[in-house]
């Protein structure tokens, strides 16, 4: 396991965690939760190429299928956080941390799974 994977995949749960549950808190998206969504993004990025430099590329298992998947999610919110903001629709502000407790839960898939598969194995 490549340390510096390791060290801006938390970063990455930190940021994308303080966007989502700040969001959530607050009651309504705000252009900082935009911020914290691009920046775990960004982390989550350059720590997955990073592990895939290490893997030798992508895996097709729980860890790697999910991961892609959480990215792909990850730039889907981050888009549609900037839409809902530029639009400025306080139904769809004071809404959207449906969507991005969502997002965040599916990123948890890919974050853990790697303990609790070594924990069975």
Do not use: K, Q
């Amino acid at each position: 396991m490549n340390p510096l994977a390791s060290v801006f995949i938390t970063a990455a749960l930190i940021f994308y965690s303080v966007g989502v549950w700040g969001e959530r808190i607050v009651g309504r998206l705000r252009w900082w939760n935009l911020v914290f969504f691009t920046l775990g993004l960004v982390c989550d990025s350059i720590g997955t190429g990073l592990m895939f430099d290490f893997a030798g590329g992508m895996t097709l298992d729980v860890h790697g299928v999910s991961g892609l998947a959480a990215i792909i999610l990850m730039v889907i919110h981050a888009v549609w956080a900037l839409v809902v903001l530029l639009r400025g629709d306080e139904s769809a502000l004071r809404n959207f941390h449906r969507f991005s407790i969502f997002v965040w839960l599916i990123w948890l898939i890919p974050y853990f799974s790697p303990m609790f598969f070594a924990i069975s194995a």
